[in-house]
C-alpha cells in the first residue's frame, strides 16, 4: 500500500527531478500523475522504468491525491495550491509563495522534521530556497552543541537555479565567444554570465540586499532559530548545476575545529570531505547527482572569539529543490499519513 502522489510542473527541472527520486528512493507510490501547462500537454515524462503523459493541470480533480508536490512558480502555485488543498490534497511546494506564512510550515528535515506536523492548518508545506536548504542542513548539529549567534554567508549559485533559461543563457553564451558575431546578450541575467560573475540574485530591496539574500536571513530564521543573526551576499557563477557557499560561524560557545568536523560527519544528509591537501575538498562538479550536502575546509576563524569556516556545497536541483521535496513527503508519510 502507498499514496496517490501528483507532480505538477513535470516537465521542468525540478518537477523531472522530483519524479526521479521519487523513484530513486522507492518512496511509497501507488499511483502517480504528471501534471503540466496545457502547452506542454501530453509530453512523456519518466518515473522510473515507466513513461508517463503529463496532463493539464487546468480543471485537474485532486480529489483522493494524497500528496501534491508543486514545481510550478508562485503565480500558478497562488492559483492551484489553494484547490488542491481544498480537495484534502496536502501540497509541497517548491516555489517562495508560502514560504513566510507563519501558518504554513517550511520545512528541511534534517532540521526541523517536527514542523511537517503544522501541515493540517492549510494543507500546504513549503520547501526552502535553494541556498538555505544546504546552509541550514551543515548548521542545525553545530547549532544544537554550541548555539549560533552569527552567520555570515557568501553563495556561489549555479545557473540552473534560474531555471532551463538560465542554463540555455550560459551554454549559449559561451559558445558564442568562440564564434566571432554569434556573440549572446544578456536576457536572463543584468549581465554576461559566461566567464564572469553576478553579484546579483532576484530583486533588489530598499534596504540594499537583494530578494535573495533576504530569503537566506528569513529562512534559517524560520526553520532553524529566529535569534540567529544572518547576513547574506549572493552570487550567481558560471556553473550548470551546483552551489556553493562559504560560511563564517560566530557561537556563543568555543567549539573547536576537530570537534566540529566529528560533529558533521555523523550528521544526517552531511558528507564531510575535508583534506588539507590539494583537492582535499568537494566542488560543484563533484556533487551534481548527489543526495548529500558536502562539507569541506573546516577551520577556526582567529578574528573571533568563537568562530569556525567552512565550505558547504551541495546539487541545487537535488537537494535545494527537489530531493527536500521528496524528504519532506516521506516524514509527512512517517508522522502523519496513513497508506492506501
Known amino acids: 500500500m502507498g499514496y ?7 516537465t521542468g527541472n525540478v518537477g523531472r527531478e522530483m519524479l526521479n527520486i521519487l523513484a530513486e528512493r522507492e518512496f511509497p507510490v501507488d499511483e502517480i500523475t504528471a501534471l503540466a501547462s496545457r502547452r506542454s500537454l501530453g509530453t512523456e515524462v519518466s518515473f522510473g522504468d515507466k513513461t508517463v503523459k503529463t496532463k493539464d493541470i487546468e480543471g485537474f480533480d485532486f480529489t483522493g491525491w494524497d500528496i501534491a508536490l508543486f514545481a510550478i512558480g508562485s503565480d500558478a502555485t497562488k492559483k492551484y495550491a489553494p484547490i488542491a488543498a481544498s480537495q484534502g490534497c496536502v ?13 504554513i510550515p517550511l520545512v528541511v ?30 548548521l542545525k548539529p553545530l547549532h544544537d552543541r ?8 557568501s553563495t556561489y549559485q549555479s545557473v540552473s537555479g534560474a531555471g532551463k533559461e538560465g542554463i540555455d ?29 553576478i553579484p546579483h540574485i532576484d530583486v533588489f530591496m530598499e534596504d540594499g540586499q537583494t530578494k535573495e539574500e533576504w530569503k537566506m536571513v528569513a529562512e534559517t530564521k524560520k526553520i532553524l532559530d529566529k535569534t540567529i543573526k544572518v547576513t ?27 570537534e566540529a568536523r566529528d560533529i558533521l560527519r555523523e550528521a544526517p544528509g552531511v558528507m564531510v570531505v575535508d583534506k588539507r591537501e590539494p583537492g582535499g575538498y568537494v566542488t560543484p562538479v563533484e556533487c551534481v547527482g548527489d543526495y548529500a550536502t558536502f562539507i569541506s575546509r573546516i577551520r577556526q576563524d582567529g578574528t573571533i572569539e568563537n568562530g569556525l569556516n567552512l565550505w558547504c556545497v551541495s546539487d541545487n536541483l537535488r537537494k535545494g529543490a527537489a530531493l527536500n521535496a521528496v524528504q519532506i513527503a516521506e516524514t509527512l508519510g512517517n508522522r502523519c499519513l496513513k497508506k492506501g
Open 146 to 153: 554550541a548555539r549560533i549567534k552569527r552567520v555570515v554567508v
Open 232 to 258: 547574506a551576499t549572493c552570487v550567481r557563477v558560471p556553473v550548470f548545476v551546483g552551489h556553493s557557499e562559504a560560511v563564517n560561524i560566530e557561537f556563543e560557545d568555543f567549539l573547536d575545529e576537530d
Open 169 to 197: 543563457e550560459l551554454w549559449d553564451q559561451t559558445k558564442g565567444m568562440y564564434v566571432p558575431g554569434q556573440e549572446v546578450a544578456p536576457k536572463k541575467f543584468t549581465k554576461q554570465i559566461a566567464f564572469n560573475v
Open 91 to 103: 501540497v509541497i511546494d517548491n516555489s517562495s509563495l508560502y514560504r513566510y506564512d507563519p501558518e
Open 4 to 10: 496517490r502522489v501528483v507532480v505538477a510542473g513535470a
Open 109 to 138: 528535515p534534517e532540521v526541523n522534521p517536527e514542523a511537517v506536523e503544522q501541515y493540517k492548518k492549510k494543507m500546504i508545506i513549503a520547501n526552502p530556497n535553494c541556498s538555505t536548504a544546504q546552509m541550514v542542513v551543515a
